[in-house]
T-cell receptor, first 116, second 109 residues
Framework: EAGVAQSPRYKIIEKRQSVAFWCNPI?????LYWYQQILGQGPKLLIQ????????DSQLPKDRFSAERLKGVDSTLKIQPAKLEDSAVYLCASSLLLAASSYEQYFGPGTRLTVT | QKEVEQNSGPLSVPEGAIASLNCTYSDRVSQSFFWYRQYSGKSPELIMSIYSNGDKEDGRFTAQLNKASQYVSLLIRDSQPSDSATYLCAVNDDYKLSFGAGTTVTVRA
């Protein structure tokens, strides 16, 4: 079974530029998550989709971050304009069920973003 | 996001010893608990899940859950250099996961 795919793996941009990340979840996984992981910290949830609907985006900085999941499969996360503090690894994860007893999430390789 | 606290590291253990990792959580209604392993520069990998009080063993890993004390732990028996990584505790927060900051384990030969 193929895992979660993400691209690009690395990105370096200047502040105030824009950037987009792409994620393809494990086949059949209805729930997709975007996390931000700053060095030395645990992943922080940015947004969660169930199929193509948003379940939770309470921690997404909506003035600069946006995300979509068209057709309930692939997803893109965009930052516009980027700030220095956005330098982090952006992780995409997916899970099969949205149920109280099963939150097993599987992560993609991540995109390491450096904002200069 | 709910609080998930892990014992501060780094934790250094000799090869063959037991590594003990601890995690406490603030939300008494949490029902699902996970341990992820994250190698340097890599993404988190799910290694254990536990849903009921007591112990769950999988190879050299044992997860222990005590919901009354809001405490979950991970034991790594016969530690190997390949176990050197950061271990993240995750707890369900309604329909999403809250992660701790992680404990870095170094297994010295």
């Amino acid at each position: 079974e193929a895992g979660v795919a993400q691209s690009p793996r690395y990105k370096i941009i200047e502040k105030r530029q824009s950037v987009a990340f792409w994620c393809n979840p494990i086949s059949g996984h209805a729930t997709l998550y975007w996390y931000q992981q700053i060095l030395g910290q645990g992943p922080k949830l940015l947004i969660q989709f169930q199929n193509n609907g948003v379940v939770d985006d309470s921690q997404l900085p909506k003035d600069r971050f946006s995300a979509e999941r068209l057709k309930g499969v692939d997803s893109t996360l965009k930052i516009q304009p980027a700030k220095l503090e956005d330098s982090a690894v952006y992780l995409c994860a997916s899970s099969l069920l949205l149920a109280a007893s099963s939150y097993e999430q599987y992560f993609g390789p991540g995109t390491r973003l450096t904002v200069t | 996001q709910k609080e998930v606290e892990q014992n501060s590291g780094p934790l250094s253990v000799p090869e063959g010893a037991i590594a003990s990792l601890n995690c406490t959580y603030s939300d008494r209604v949490s029902q699902s608990f996970f341990w992820y392993r994250q190698y340097s520069g890599k993404s988190p990998e799910l290694i254990m899940s536990i849903y009921s009080n007591g112990d769950k063993e999988d190879g050299r890993f044992t997860a222990q859950l005590n919901k009354a004390s809001q405490y979950v732990s991970l034991l790594i028996r016969d530690s190997q250099p390949s176990d050197s990584a950061t271990y993240l505790c995750a707890v369900n927060d309604d329909y999403k996961l809250s992660f701790g900051a992680g404990t870095t384990v170094t297994v010295r030969a």
